[in-house]
Structure formats: C-alpha cells, structure tokens
C-alpha cells in the first residue's frame, strides 16, 4: 500500500458507486446511508463518480443528500444534482471509431452512451437487463452508430469473458494513447472515454470547483478505473473486494462492499482518523 501521510483535515469524500458506495447487488444500505449523514453533520462534503450516466445516479440524489456536482462517464459529464449538465467531454470521432474496432476484434459487444442516451446493438445482449436494472432506464437499440459517432461520451465493450475484457484494455490503451482514457471499470466492462474524463480529472474538477485543496480530499474505490484519484488525493481507500494491484495503490483497505467495507472506511478513516 501507499505510505500515508495525514492530510491537515478531510474536508470532501469522494466515492465510485459500484463496488464501493453499494453492494454487488447494487444496494445502499442503511448504514452506508448514516455514515453520510455523519460527513455532513461534520461539514465534509460528499460526492459521487461512477461510469454509469447522471441519470443512472439520480436514486442517490434524495438517498444521500447531494449538493455536489456528480461525476458520471467517470468524469464524462458533471451535471447538477438536478441532473442540469455543468459540463461535457466528448470522444472524438477518430476515437470513437478505434475503440469500437479494439472491442469488436477481441469479441466484445460495444455499447455507446451520449450524454443522454444509451444505445446497444442488441436489447438481449450480455448484461443489458441488468445494466437498465441498475441504472433504472433502458437502452435504445441501434444496429448502427454512425449518426451517434460525433456525441459519444463514453463506448463500452462487454463480455463476460473476463480475460478477453482484460486483453481489450491492454489493446486500448495502446491505439488510444492520448486520444481517450480506456479502463475496466468492472470485470466484464471496457469504459473508453475523453482523455480528460477520468476518475483523476473528477478530482481536479471537484476541487477546483468547491475550492477545496487535494490533499483536503478521500477518495474510495475499488476497481483500476479508480487508481488515477488515489493518486490524486490525500487520503485513498480501496475495497476489500478490489484486485490486489488496485489494493496497493491506496493508502488503506477496507473490508469488501458486500461487508459495509464503505461506511466502515467512513467511520474508521474518516469520523474517526488514524491514530486518534
């Protein structure tokens, strides 16, 4: 793990969703839901980032009491909690283009998201039912991307076939070097987006927009799509249930997201910080 070294205070938690805030079954519990509200009590703002869309965030809006700009597309578009758009980074066409050839040549399914949409080529494909469970609205099926090339924020490529997925990001990374930002953002999920939305430009963003230094910021996340605001931050917390490498790039661990590893990260981290 990274040596740590105490922040003068913590004044903004900021938290990926899946795998993190919530169960692999996608629930809020309610000590996740305390351990919030005790942030704020102490006047620590909290805030959210996560690969899914704005919409798909909104359930946390009322949850959790957000005032804070949230982060969706891994910082693709920051919106408002009214879901009202601050700002947006789109994929070039180039990008968009090679990213979907990198995910189709290792025989992944890509999907593409515009700042309001979803699209799929199949509505039956691999984990779309669940991804409109948790997301709570549903793709529109679309054979063709082409007339969505121009407004793409962030492509997926997915499968469950983990080592493919894995391959993928490898490939990635190299044809899109400095054209987009590719990572798993799960398993059996490639998350390609702007050069500038990643998890460690959500930091720069938050930061700069509620005036807040970094060091002042805890992030927590477990997946390698979350590396980039660990080594942002002042404090990082990675999930029990985060690979190993993830785990080493953080200033601690905590116990997994099925075993309230994010509200006991709150309480022990945060509430209650190391060695007092």
């Given at each position: 793990m990274k040596p740590y070294t105490a922040p003068p205070r913590i004044s903004l938690v900021l938290a990926d969703v899946d795998g993190t805030?919530?169960?692999h079954e996608k629930v809020l519990t309610e000590r996740a839901k305390a351990a919030v509200a005790k942030l704020h009590e102490r006047g620590i703002a909290f805030a959210i980032t996560s690969g899914r869309p704005p919409l798909g965030m909104r359930m946390f809006t009322d949850a959790l009491?957000?005032?804070?700009?949230?982060?969706?597309?891994?910082?693709?578009?920051?919106?408002?909690?009214?879901?009202?758009?601050?700002?947006?980074?789109?994929?070039?066409?180039?990008?968009?283009?090679?990213?979907i050839e990198v995910i189709k040549k290792h025989k992944l399914v890509a999907w593409l998201y515009t700042a309001t949409d979803w699209y799929v080529p199949d509505p039956k494909g691999p984990h779309v039912d669940r991804e409109a469970w948790t997301v709570k609205f549903p793709p529109k099926v679309a054979a063709d991307f082409g007339p969505f090339l121009d407004k793409a924020v962030k492509i997926v490529?997915?499968?469950?076939?983990?080592?493919?997925?894995?391959?993928?990001?490898?490939?990635?990374k190299k044809a899109l070097d400095g054209e987009?930002?590719?990572?798993?953002s799960q398993p059996y999920y490639l998350d390609v987006t702007h050069p500038k939305a990643t998890k460690g430009g959500v930091v720069d963003f938050l930061c700069d927009h509620l005036k807040i230094p970094k060091a002042e910021m805890a992030t927590l996340g477990d997946m390698p799509n979350d590396v980039p605001m660990f080594e942002k931050s002042g404090l990082s917390i990675a999930m029990?249930?985060?690979?190993?490498?993830?785990?080493?790039?953080?200033?601690?661990?905590?116990?997994?997201?099925?075993?309230?590893?994010?509200?006991?990260?709150?309480?022990?981290?945060?509430?209650?910080?190391?060695?007092?």
């Open positions: 805030l919530v169960t009491h957000l005032s804070t700009p949230i982060a969706g597309f891994n910082g693709g578009v920051f919106v408002n909690p009214d879901c009202s758009v601050i700002e947006s980074h789109f994929l070039s066409r180039d990008a968009t283009t090679q990213a490529g997915v499968s469950d076939d983990l080592k493919a997925v894995e391959a993928a990001e490898s490939d990635a987009a930002f590719a990572a798993r029990g249930n985060a690979a190993k490498d993830v785990q080493e790039q953080a200033n601690f661990v905590t116990a997994s997201c099925d075993d309230e590893g994010f509200a006991f990260a709150l309480e022990k981290y945060i509430l209650q910080p190391p060695g007092k």
